[in-house]
């Protein structure tokens, strides 16, 4: 069993100096974050790819060959997968298959083989979308977006809800729902991000150092910050009579909601 590597990742303390990003990479990162497993069997081509893709505000994880590729899926569920054909142990078209066996995560095809592509466009096996190597990585970075808005659907993008926590991605505005009351939710811009980034996994567990990594990027804040961060938020909440929401999670950080 191999150790799944996801990028960007950083152990504690203070975060290395980065590169200032643009409006939209912040935006980027605060509102989508999704996870791109790269499965590619050439490392080259799977550098290339993976730093479009984070440069771009995804996350990505590697895998080289079909059985590791399907190791990563299902422990690590990525949003999107860019599948090569030619693999060695098992081919893209099988990965493809067992893929959607088990579920519809959202699938790119890549190769350079005339019968793949002739294969992949005569038939409905299932994939959202091929590309044709040597590609454009830009060009393959808009397909991934487009295939994720396509797949996730034009509301499911825009606005989240979990139990009485609503979350608008478009307008940076957050809304509590009890007893009949929508009440907006006043949040400073660092608060609105850990909370959008947490609620599209409310249950999972985020380390501090990924909180920070994908909230505060362009900020030299320890992790600490997001303690006060999450300590403002959930006082926030509370004074909306929503209790239990942020808690710690030993050893770790914390998630959005304990699973109820
Ligand atoms: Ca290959």
């Given at each position: 069993?191999?150790?799944?590597?996801?990028?960007?990742?950083?152990d504690?303390?203070?975060?290395?100096?980065?590169?200032?990003?643009?409006?939209?990479?912040?935006?980027?990162?605060?509102?989508?974050?999704?996870?791109?497993?790269?499965?590619?069997?050439?490392?080259?081509?799977?550098?290339?790819?993976?730093?479009?893709?984070?440069?771009?505000?995804?996350?990505?994880?590697?895998?080289?060959?079909?059985?590791?590729?399907?190791?990563?899926?299902?422990?690590?569920?990525?949003?999107?997968v860019?599948?090569?054909?030619?693999?060695?142990?098992?081919?893209?078209?099988?990965?493809?298959?067992?893929?959607?066996?088990?579920?519809?995560?959202?699938?790119?095809?890549?190769?350079?083989?005339?019968?793949?592509?002739?294969?992949?466009?005569?038939?409905?096996?299932?994939?959202?979308?091929?590309?044709?190597?040597?590609?454009?990585?830009?060009?393959?970075?808009?397909?991934?977006?487009?295939?994720?808005?396509?797949?996730?659907?034009?509301?499911?993008?825009?606005?989240?809800?979990?139990?009485?926590?609503?979350?608008?991605?478009?307008?940076?505005?957050?809304?509590?729902?009890?007893?009949?009351?929508?009440?907006?939710?006043s949040?400073?811009?660092?608060?609105?991000?850990?909370?959008?980034?947490?609620?599209?996994?409310?249950?999972?567990?985020?380390?501090?150092?990924?909180?920070?990594?994908?909230?505060?990027?362009?900020?030299?804040?320890?992790?600490?910050?997001?303690?006060?961060h999450?300590?403002?938020?959930?006082?926030?909440?509370?004074?909306?009579?929503?209790?239990?929401?942020?808690?710690?999670?030993?050893?770790?950080?914390?998630?959005?909601?304990?699973?109820r």
């Amino acid at each position: 069993m191999q150790i799944a590597e996801i990028s960007p990742v950083r152990d504690s303390g203070r975060p290395a100096a980065k590169p200032a990003k643009t409006i939209e990479q912040l935006q980027g990162i605060g509102v989508d974050n999704s996870l791109v497993l790269i499965v590619e069997d050439e490392p080259a081509i799977a550098q290339i790819l993976e730093a479009y893709l984070l440069r771009d505000g995804f996350r990505t994880v590697r895998a080289g060959d079909g059985e590791i590729a399907l190791q990563h899926h299902a422990h690590l569920k990525p949003d999107l997968v860019l599948l090569d054909v030619r693999l060695p142990k098992l081919d893209g078209f099988d990965v493809l298959a067992r893929l959607r066996q088990t579920g519809s995560t959202p699938v790119i095809m890549v190769t350079a083989i005339a019968d793949d592509i002739d294969r992949l466009s005569g038939l409905r096996l299932g994939a959202d979308d091929y590309v044709v190597k040597p590609f454009n990585p830009q060009e393959v970075v808009a397909r991934v977006k487009a295939v994720l808005r396509r797949t996730r659907g034009e509301h499911a993008n825009v606005i989240k809800r979990f139990g009485t926590i609503e979350v608008d991605f478009t307008s940076y505005t957050a809304f509590v729902t009890s007893d009949e009351r929508r009440t907006h939710l006043s949040l400073t811009l660092s608060e609105f991000r850990i909370l959008a980034y947490m609620i599209r996994h409310p249950t999972q567990a985020f380390a501090r150092a990924d909180i920070l990594d994908a909230c505060l990027p362009e900020s030299d804040a320890l992790v600490r910050t997001v303690d006060t961060h999450i300590s403002n938020l959930r006082r926030k909440l509370e004074e909306l009579g929503q209790n239990g929401f942020f808690p710690a999670v030993r050893g770790i950080g914390y998630r959005f909601s304990d699973p109820r």
